[in-house]
């Protein structure tokens, strides 16, 4: 199935095809949608172990932590001892919409693994008479969590969802959009006619102007006069929940050349689970007000994206005096298989008690995405056994970013690349992290991470602060326990396009997410 079918197939994207990519804009309604899902799919926000969580992540230059390999694979030539660990983690997200004047708030907690991973220490003994070290390392660390929820609700007489629906279909001859009997997914082919247009009409939401076969009206909107106007009052209501999480699979080796210098190498297997489900509904508590007898809809739409991609990573350490340490590293472009599926379905209802519902096809897309290569580099200062100062910087290259079709055909995501390269951004994040040990086997961990945002015209960017402490014994045994917070976002939001001259509601969306993880782990 074409690549433009999820363009006009998307709920939330009618004017898919804008050139710009959406500076406040939660839904991506402005968005073009695979632009949208590469930026997702290209940023890192770091989980990995509490202890490395509760520095923010700053180990560049640090290592000797499962945490810390999808950072720098020579974290694990640091090691002189090998270690398992596992790192359960509780994501907590709270959101607030405020949309026509009405305040929903909404909280959602799923539990996860940040972090699973073994290093296998081995002990070299080389003629300079200098103990080395070589060490394999196999983790799983989390990269991305997409949970999110929104509930929004409002009552207006200036607009509907539906207005906008009836816009989009125009210029379509209603023959185009009739579905005839119940395998025929004919309209769903017509390049350029969205999907819940079809929906609409073949549930008896939309209906011809006078003396014309392709322009139309919603059933919320009534003719006066020969003009267009809403019928009445209606109650908007929209529920959206997002959930999944990227992850990677890391195949590392790592080791020291002398005491100082410390090399690594990390084969990274990335997968990507994903997926939206979005519920809108209009109604009314007054069908008399409208012309079509109109008394309620709901649109549902339901999107499923799963992917696959491998990269490799260089990175070292490098101990010029006893307690200042230097890193850097190197990260290839993932390149990835994306593969998108989704449907929508409508039911009306009216008041003479007619009801209908009418389901599209299944719609599925694969593509090749190709995310930003990264740069890093890293700065620690180790105070003896009472302390640790570190600090990362990390560059990403998401105007690099590229798509194309899986069965290579030329310049069918020209559109899409070109937007990425001139709208995204090099980010530069910043990470830094500090940890005090008052007593030998006890640690108190704080930090602090800075993730610009990819869209060069925005200057909204996410900002997560983190706190924890740590126990470790003299037999091997160490937990961990960490709390990040990341700081509350504000994106203006449109539950539909404007339309004839017309605009649609906007409100505000913010959200703000707390994550607690334990490590458990030994060392022998």
């Not at 050349?257 to 489900?277: C, E, H, M, P, R």
């Not at 799963?306 to 490098?318: C, E, P, Q, R, T």
């Not at 989704?342 to 599925?364: A, M």
């Not at 990390?394 to 970013?401: D, I, L, Q, R, S």
């Amino acid at each position: 199935m074409k690549k433009g079918l999820l363009i006009i197939a998307s709920a939330l994207c009618t004017i898919a095809a804008s050139a710009q990519v959406g500076n406040n804009d939660a839904l991506n309604l402005f968005q073009n949608p695979y632009v949208s899902n590469a930026t997702l799919f290209s940023q890192t926000f770091y989980e990995g172990t509490a202890r490395t969580a509760a520095m923010g992540n700053a180990f560049t230059a640090l290592g000797g932590d499962i945490g810390a390999l999808s950072l720098n694979p020579a974290g694990s030539g640091i090691y002189k001892y090998s270690e398992f660990s596992f790192s359960p983690s509780m994501n907590l997200v709270n959101s607030k919409t405020d949309y026509l004047s009405d305040i929903n708030n909404e909280f959602m907690a799923k539990p996860g693994v940040s972090s699973l991973g073994y290093v296998g220490n081995f002990n070299t003994y080389k003629r300079n008479k200098r103990n080395g070290s070589f060490n394999i390392a196999f983790a799983i660390n989390k990269l991305n969590n997409f949970n999110s929820r929104m509930f929004a609700t409002g009552t207006t007489n200036q607009s509907s969802w539906l207005g906008a629906v009836a816009s989009a279909a125009e210029g379509f001859v209603s023959t185009q959009l009739d579905i005839t009997s119940p395998s025929d997914t004919y309209p769903f082919n017509i390049s350029g006619l969205p999907w819940r247009s079809v929906l609409a009409w073949n549930t008896n939401l939309l209906d011809l102007l006078p003396d014309s076969n392709k322009d139309y009206i919603g059933a919320t909107e009534n003719i006066v006069g020969g003009n267009i106007v809403m019928g009445g009052n209606i109650d908007q209501q929209f529920i959206r929940e997002t959930t999944g999480s990227q992850s990677e699979i890391i195949i590392n080796m790592g080791g020291s050349v002398g005491t100082k210098l410390f090399l690594g190498a990390n084969i990274g297997i990335q997968s990507i689970s994903y997926s939206d489900y979005q519920k809108y509904t209009e109604s009314t508590t007054d069908p008399a007000q409208f012309q079509s007898d109109f008394s309620s809809f709901t649109h549902i739409y339901n999107q499923n994206t799963s992917g696959v991609g491998v990269n490799a990573k260089l990175g070292l350490i490098y101990l010029p005096t006893k307690s200042l340490r230097l890193g850097a590293t190197f990260t290839t472009p993932t390149i990835m298989t994306i593969t998108d599926e989704w449907e929508e379905k409508i039911t009306s209802n009216f008041g003479d008690g007619y009801s209908q519902t009418v389901l599209s096809p299944i719609g599925e897309f694969s593509y090749n995405l190709i995310s930003p290569l990264k740069v890093g580099a890293g700065l620690a200062f180790v105070l003896g056994k009472v302390g640790i100062l570190s600090a990362d910087f990390e560059g990403v290259a998401y105007n690099w970013t590229r798509l194309s079709s899986e069965d290579n055909v030329s310049g069918e995501f020209s559109t899409e690349n070109n937007i990425m390269s001139n709208n995204l951004r090099f980010a530069k994040n910043f990470r830094m992290g500090m940890e005090i040990k008052p007593v030998p086997l006890f640690a108190l961990r704080a930090g602090y991470a800075f993730y610009q945002n990819p869209n060069a015209a925005s200057n909204k960017h996410n900002h997560i602060i983190s706190a924890g402490a740590g126990f470790s014994s003299k037999k091997g045994f160490f937990g961990d326990l960490a709390i990040q917070h990341k700081l509350k976002t504000t994106e203006d939001v449109k539950l539909y396009a404007d339309y004839q001259g017309i605009e649609s509601p906007e409100g505000t969306f913010t959200a703000s997410g707390l994550r607690v993880l334990m490590t458990f782990g030994f060392r022998f």
